[in-house]
């Protein structure tokens, strides 16, 4: 079976720091996907971690232990802009298919 | 955008009417997908595509039907709408350019359907 958790909503405050947690248990795993979704828009690509470590692109970083089943977000230097919903998604051993969580919605407050 | 594109934006459809979203891609992917999205559930799969003629069901892909005649284009069909698929539907590509990669896809703008 495929389980992904993240917190369904969180909060945080303009230029600090926010940590989005993703925990996983499927059947199978060829890379673990963030995508970042505006209110009535489409979900946009954020990251892709494959292996073990931080990968880090601008103010968002992504975090994989495939050992724990486990992945994080990192949004510094928060703005107004980053209010939206987070989206985890892990894709299977073939390559072709995700399996999304929730998704976490974050708001930004000043 | 990966130039996809979504048709309709928008529709309002009665119980037990056959109903056809298109979605439309300009660069060759190999992969197609449609999802829907509902509060709760985030991102569901309904069915995928591999290739022309190529089609496998997702998670929730009871009640619909999908196509793809040609590479560009794949057709997700309500045969008889019901209220429970009043739901945003998204459709996604991945596997184009040189590298034919599959892993990231890539989200066309949605079409929001209502079943009355």
């Known amino acids: 079976g495929q389980n992904i958790d993240q917190p369904t909503e969180m909060t945080a405050t303009e230029g600090a720091i926010v940590q989005i947690n993703c925990t996983y248990q499927t059947s199978g795993f060829n890379g673990l996907f963030w995508y970042q979704q505006h209110a009535g828009e489409a979900p946009t690509f954020l990251s892709y971690?494959?292996?073990?470590g931080l990968e880090e692109k601008g103010r968002f970083s992504s975090f994989l232990s495939r050992s724990k089943g486990y992945s994080y977000l990192l949004l510094k230097e928060l703005q107004m802009k980053d209010s939206a919903s987070y989206l985890c998604a892990v894709l299977n051993n073939a390559g072709n298919m995700l399996t999304f969580g929730g998704g976490t919605r974050l708001m930004v407050k000043p | 955008d990966a130039g996809i594109t979504q048709s309709p934006r928008h529709k309002v459809t009665e119980t037990g009417t056959p109903v056809t979203l298109r979605c439309h891609q300009t660069?060759?992917?190999?992969?197609m997908y449609w999802y829907r999205q509902d509060p709760g559930h985030g991102l569901r799969l309904i069915h995928y595509?591999?290739?022309?003629?190529?089609?496998d069901k997702g998670e929730v892909s009871d009640g619909y039907s999908v196509s793809r005649s040609k590479t560009e284009d794949f057709l997700l069909t309500l045969e008889s709408a019901t209220s429970s698929q009043t739901s945003v539907y998204f459709c996604?590509?991945?596997?184009?350019?040189?590298?034919?990669?599959?892993?990231?896809?890539?989200f066309g703008p949605g079409t929001r359907l209502t079943v009355l």
């Open positions: 595509s591999y290739g022309v003629k190529d089609t």
């Open positions: 660069e060759n992917h190999r992969y």
């Open positions: 996604a590509i991945s596997g184009g350019g040189e590298t034919g990669r599959t892993d990231t896809q890539y």
């Open positions: 971690n494959v292996l073990d």
